[in-house]
């Protein structure tokens, strides 16, 4: 399994619509996750942190699941501006490099 | 917003000439990074320091190199720039405490080499 794995999309979807991602990390020591929003010719900014089961702010939700070693985001009511690439980042273990998966392409449609 | 800035943004070089880009944060950070990544493509591990003087390579092979003489500065050099080397390149860094902190980005620069 790679360290990171992201499905790459495109997910094109509706405004309002509910619309979810999974990413698949190899190592089961990670303690710390991190989805990131990157948008088209930006840099990469943090989004979300996901250090225990979960985590919720607003329209969007970390889940964790670490027997399955995934983690998820949830995006509802979709609006046009979450229209970019979202990266999921795991550290190799508490004090190494962030390792950032492909990302997973968003396309919302009016 | 982020208190780490790259120089310059935009750069279109000729062959074989000498280069460097330049990463600055204000932030006290430790750990610092520097990514590689090409229009929708995913972001490559290159370099990444720990502190002063501590650099090591990271997961892609690039023939750049860099220096951490000072915690806030971290810049990276190409001593002859090369078609193949045009890309973003885009410097980060990252409190060294806790399970595994936030990443603050640079806005990047964008190397042509013609």
């Known amino acids: 399994r790679k360290e990171v794995e992201q499905d790459p999309g495109p997910f094109n979807v509706p405004e309002g619509a509910t619309v979810a991602f999974n990413c698949t990390y190899s190592?089961?020591?990670?303690?710390?996750f991190f989805w990131y929003r990157q948008d088209c010719r930006k840099e990469p900014k943090l989004l979300m942190s996901?250090?225990?089961s979960g985590n919720e702010d607003g329209r969007f939700t970390a889940q964790l699941n670490r027997a399955s070693q995934y983690i998820s985001l949830l995006i509802r009511d979709s609006k046009l501006s979450d229209s970019a690439t979202y990266l999921c980042?795991?550290?190799?273990?508490?004090?190494?490099?962030?390792?950032f998966g492909k990302g997973t392409r968003l396309s919302v449609i009016a | 917003e982020a208190d780490i800035y790259q120089t310059p943004r935009y750069l279109v070089i000729g062959t074989g000439k000498k280069i460097t880009l330049e990463c600055s944060q204000t932030?006290?950070?430790?750990?610092m990074y520097w990514y590689q990544q090409d229009p929708g493509m995913e972001l490559h591990l290159i370099h990444y320091?720990?502190?002063?003087?501590?650099?090591e390579k990271g997961d892609l092979s690039s023939e750049s190199t860099v220096s951490r003489i000072r915690t806030e500065h971290f810049p990276l050099t190409l001593e002859s720039a090369r078609p193949s080397h045009t890309s973003q390149y885009l410097c980060?860094?990252?409190?060294?405490?806790?399970?595994?902190?936030?990443?603050?980005f640079g806005q990047g620069t964008r190397l042509t080499v013609v």
């Open positions: 980060a860094s990252s409190d060294v405490k806790g399970l595994g902190a936030e990443a603050f």
């Open positions: 190592n089961s020591a990670s303690q710390s």
């Open positions: 996901v250090y225990s």
């Open positions: 980042v795991v550290p190799r273990s508490g004090n190494t490099p962030l390792v």
């Open positions: 932030m006290g950070h430790d750990k």
């Open positions: 320091s720990y502190g002063v003087n501590s650099t």
